[in-house]
């Protein structure tokens, strides 16, 4: 998977969250009424996010820390 694909599916959740935040600003603003269930999804999809790009952070780490412990590939010369 694409370093852009992982990032597009690291920011699904936040745009799933701020479509909910939005409806119910919507329906708030209809009815004087908060859905504090639909708000709790928002927070839900947030805090994903939230796991998603720190899982990918602490992979990203890990791939870099891997790289520097590992022993230096040997050139190769032209080959006769």
Do not use: Y
């Not at 600003?25 to 908060?34: E, F, L, M």
């Not at 994903?48 to 891997?66: E, N, P, Y």
Request: aromatic share 4%; hydrophobic share 50%.
């Amino acid at each position: 998977m694409s370093r852009s694909s992982v990032l597009l599916i690291i920011g699904i959740p936040w745009a799933t969250a701020v479509a909910v935040v939005l409806m119910v600003t919507k329906i708030h603003a209809n009815s004087g009424r908060v859905h504090w269930g639909l708000l709790g999804s928002a927070c839900i999809c947030f805090s994903i996010g939230c796991l998603a790009r720190t899982s990918v952070g602490l992979h990203d780490l890990a791939q870099a820390a891997r790289r520097e412990a590992a022993p230096p590939v040997p050139e190769q010369g032209p080959s006769k």
